[in-house]
């Protein structure tokens, strides 16, 4: 709800605003495609030579104020264009004018409160309020979607049932329908429509005259808009996804016997991937993100979802599903079920030379190949790093590859302190400061702390992650400037991984030396 119908008091005043809205809607859009289709006419002409006429038509320099509404942005367009003198053939001013007319007579009309709620109260069978949308599984599945109203769950599962502030999702037959779910969406007071309606059959009348017709008009409505909040009988539907699952006891059965089963329906939770989704994209983290993209420190906690994928579930008219579905992008956000990868028992690499040997997962491996990938469709480092947007791209996945390195770190940090104080040890001195830092040993630290060993962590990183980029065929050869860019991502992760060691260790100083 926006801050206007925050200071509304009656759902007269909020209805009014909601159809106002929908006719402006209409009109930027009649207004903003004609203007389009008028530019393409001055473009055939080559009349974008002039200053004042391309100013108009290019959207990237002509914007709307601050304070200026959209509508009021393109109608000021359309006064300029009028008002041109340069007219290109094919442009005939006045049938513009005319059919202009006729848009707004036919807006005027259908918008007019009693015609719209006439109107449209006879499509409310044709929406629905549900958690599990029938058409995520298949667009042009009309069948009746679901509302689960079940309190009871499991908290080993991830249900529906077990979110705490359930959205609720506006499933349509048909895109064209959608107003309707917007209609009985608004509020007043933190109360929808829907739900005021349902149990006040008095909302809609002061739409109406007191007289025997305005009251017929008035039961019409509220018959028609309560069939959007009447589920119907669950049916499912060819389209839709079906399962067979055999029933206890059946496993032994006479050939003159059938097995009894029972179909399952599998419907996706609208609710449970919006959810997810608002999860995914938590606008509390966007600020965090911002500020570690831009190399800055930051206290709070970034979230990163690894080894997530995208399932399209509908074409460009993502809302024709539902309306969350429109909101996500027609997506759902799926993840990583495989089982973690087996260790038996986690080793020290004392018998190393580097710290890096062991370093190699199926997460590092995606990433590299990605990384390889992009540096390999350029010539020289420059080229992918120019553009903002490419270089967003090689930093979050070298950073990918940084955190994986610092998990592994955390791992062997976690072994008993004092595990790289042996004669046999191969490991380099400078992985040993890193990977045993809580080790008691006087000598050890006072060497640990007069050692610059964190650039020879940083050199090491490069020269590993070149390694790993050139592969087995050798295909791409990296630079100087590749190495130095390595370097420079793990200087600000690996230091403020380094200062938390370093506050633990002073708060346990007496224990460590």
Not at 19 to 30: H, P, V
Not at 150 to 172: F, H, Q, R
Request: proline fraction near 3%; charged fraction near 30%.
């Amino acid at each position: 709800m926006s801050e206007a119908e925050k200071s509304f008091k009656t759902w007269e005043d909020v209805i009014t605003n909601f159809l106002k809205g929908k006719r402006d809607a209409e009109e930027e859009k009649y207004l903003k495609e004609g203007i389009k289709r008028i530019g393409q006419l001055y473009e055939k002409v080559d009349y974008f030579n002039n200053n004042e006429i391309d100013f108009i038509f290019d959207t990237r320099k002509n914007k709307k104020s601050k304070n200026e509404s959209a509508l009021a942005f393109q109608r000021g367009r359309a006064i300029r264009i009028v008002k041109l003198d340069l007219k290109p053939e094919g442009l005939n001013p006045f049938e513009e004018k005319e059919n202009y007319k006729k848009c707004m007579k036919s807006l005027t009309v259908k918008y007019k409160i009693k015609n719209w709620l006439s109107t449209n109260c006879e499509n409310a069978s044709n929406v629905s309020f549900a958690t599990h949308v029938i058409k995520l599984t298949h667009s042009k599945i009309n069948t009746q979607s679901l509302f689960d109203c079940i309190d009871e769950y499991n908290n080993s599962y991830l249900t529906t049932s077990a979110l705490k502030n359930k959205i609720v999702d506006g499933a349509v037959k048909g895109n064209q329908f959608a107003p309707i779910f917007q209609f009985l969406e608004i509020e007043l007071n933190g109360i929808k429509l829907a739900e005021q309606l349902s149990k006040d059959s008095r909302l809609l009348e002061g739409f109406v005259s007191d007289d025997k017709e305005g009251k017929e008009l008035l039961n019409k409505w509220n018959q028609g808009f309560r069939k959007a909040l009447d589920g119907g009988e669950p049916s499912t539907h060819f389209l839709a996804k079906q399962i067979y699952f055999p029933l206890i006891g059946n496993e032994f059965y006479t050939p003159n016997e059938s097995p009894e089963y029972h179909l399952l329906c599998n419907i996706v939770s609208s609710s449970l991937a919006h959810a997810v989704y608002e999860r995914v994209f938590d606008d509390k983290q966007k600020p965090v993100k911002k500020t570690v993209e831009a190399g800055k420190f930051s206290r709070d906690l970034r979230i990163k979802f690894l080894q997530r994928s995208q399932l399209n579930v509908t074409a460009s008219n993502h809302s024709n599903a539902s309306q969350l579905n429109g909101k996500r992008g027609g997506k759902l956000h799926l993840f990583s079920t495989q089982p973690p990868t087996w260790q038996s028992q986690l080793k020290a690499p004392a018998t190393r030379q580097s710290l890096f040997s062991n370093l190699y997962n199926t997460t590092i491996k995606t990433e590299i190949d990605y990384l390889r990938d992009f540096l390999m469709r350029f010539n020289n480092l420059d080229l992918s790093i120019r553009d903002p947007k490419r270089n967003r791209h090689l930093e979050r996945w070298v950073n990918n590859i940084i955190d994986e390195f610092l998990f592994y770190v955390a791992t062997i940090q976690n072994l008993s302190p004092g595990w790289s104080d042996m004669e046999e040890i191969k490991l380099k001195k400078e992985h040993q400061y890193l990977l045993d830092p809580y080790r008691k040993d006087e000598a050890f630290q006072l060497a640990r702390h007069n050692t610059d060993w964190q650039a020879v962590i940083r050199a090491d990183f490069a020269q590993w992650l070149n390694r790993q980029l050139r592969g087995k065929n050798k295909t791409f050869t990296p630079k100087q400037e590749h190495t130095r860019l390595w370097r420079n991502l793990l200087v600000q992760p690996l230091r403020e991984y380094v200062e938390l060691i370093e506050q633990e260790i002073k708060q346990k100083t007496g224990e460590i030396i």
